[in-house]
């Protein structure tokens, strides 16, 4: 691994271990059952569902290794837990009518990051 590859890992780590402090401390608050956009699904397919996705674009991940998708495994991940854990994920952060955490800014800011770096 080169050094950058383990700054990358090191600073997803800690935003990890952060957002799952934050969770536990936010655990009393509803937790977000449903999908992106509030759209109902059933939880038994939607756990299926996301293990499949995390694992695809873990192997993904793992042949080319990047920042952008390491920062999506780690925000799906942490998301993933809270649903197997407490059955919902936790949103800790309110911006107006947006509840999210931080696992989903990882998600978000490294499926940006990613695309922009295949379109330029």
């Known amino acids: ?7 990358c890992l090191s600073v997803g780590g ?13 655990l009393s608050q509803d937790l977000n059952r449903v999908i992106s956009f509030s759209l109902p699904y059933p939880s038994y397919l939607l756990n299926g569902s996301l ?3 995390w694992l695809i674009i873990f192997l993904f991940f793992y042949r080319r290794p ?3 998708k390491g920062a999506i495994l780690i925000g799906g991940l942490s998301n993933i837990l809270d ?3 407490w ?3 936790v949103d800790y952060i309110r911006l ?9 800014l990882l998600i978000s800011g490294g499926v940006l ?7 330029s």
């Open 1 to 7: 691994m080169r050094k950058k590859d383990w700054w």
């Open 14 to 26: 800690v935003v990890f271990i952060l957002d799952r402090f934050l969770k536990s401390q936010f």
């Open 51 to 53: 293990v499949v996705v």
């Open 66 to 68: 990047e920042a952008a």
């Open 83 to 85: 649903r197997f854990m």
């Open 87 to 89: 059955g919902g994920v």
């Open 96 to 104: 107006g009518i947006i509840n999210l955490n931080l696992a989903d």
């Open 113 to 119: 990051w990613w695309l922009v770096k295949k379109v």
